[in-house]
């Protein structure tokens, strides 16, 4: 359990440099260049998410279960998972409405995601996981929030809508081979009660 509350710590406080420590993140920059630090960062967010993959792996075979939730819940945890799909889609494509909307759809998408399997999963490993994602989420939607008040971060402005039906068309083929096998196949959890 403790590698896992280590991975998190790791794998959440990279994707959190910009907000935890900016001057030293400005530093590295304009010492080895933007390339050197997006290489940086890149190879350190694959390396920490594989331990965090391990880490899990190795805590759901320890740990007990906090709550047992109800078999509806895992119905309800589906149906949020539709929406994150389409909001991670979302995020990958020029904006349309959910985009402009939703302001930030790929943070959204990770917030959405950690709750709905918090609603579905009552195993300790599990709910530390979630809970940390989804603390990261809160986190960061509030300093990206702070950075447009500053006027650091410029939205991209609505392109057309037809990215919409793009992410909804999109997110829902992959929510449904997710659904269908790849849930399984990846994470080996049947993501619906048989």
């Known amino acids: 359990m403790l590698l896992l509350v280590i991975s998190l710590i790791l794998f959440l406080g990279i994707h959190l440099t910009r907000v935890i420590a900016p001057g ?3 530093s590295v920059i304009a010492a080895k260049g933007e ?3 997006k290489l940086g960062y890149t190879l350190a967010s694959i390396a920490t998410l594989i331990l965090v993959v391990y880490a899990f792996g190795q805590a759901r075979q320890e740990t007990g279960v906090l ?3 109800p078999v509806w819940m ?4 589906s149906l949020l998972m539709l929406v994150a799909m389409i909001c991670l889609v979302a995020s990958l494509m020029p904006p349309g409405h959910i985009a402009t909307k939703t302001k930030h759809p790929m943070v959204l998408s990770v917030k959405i995601w950690a709750f709905a399997h918090l609603l579905a ?3 300790t490993s599990s709910v530390i996981m979630f809970a940390a ?3 990261w989420g809160v986190v960061l939607r509030i300093a990206l929030k702070r950075r ?4 650091e971060l410029v939205r991209k402005p609505f392109v057309s809508a037809r990215y919409d039906a793009a992410a909804v068309v999109i997110g829902t083929v992959v929510y449904l081979l997710f659904i269908w096998r790849l849930h399984v196949w990846l994470i080996g959890v049947q993501p619906l009660p048989i």
């Open 74 to 77: 895992a119905h309800l945890s």
């Open 67 to 69: 709550y047992t939730p």
């Open 35 to 37: 390339r050197a630090w």
């Open 133 to 135: 994602f989804l603390a």
């Open 121 to 123: 999963n009552g195993e």
């Open 148 to 151: 447009e008040r500053n006027g």
């Open 24 to 26: 030293w993140r400005a």
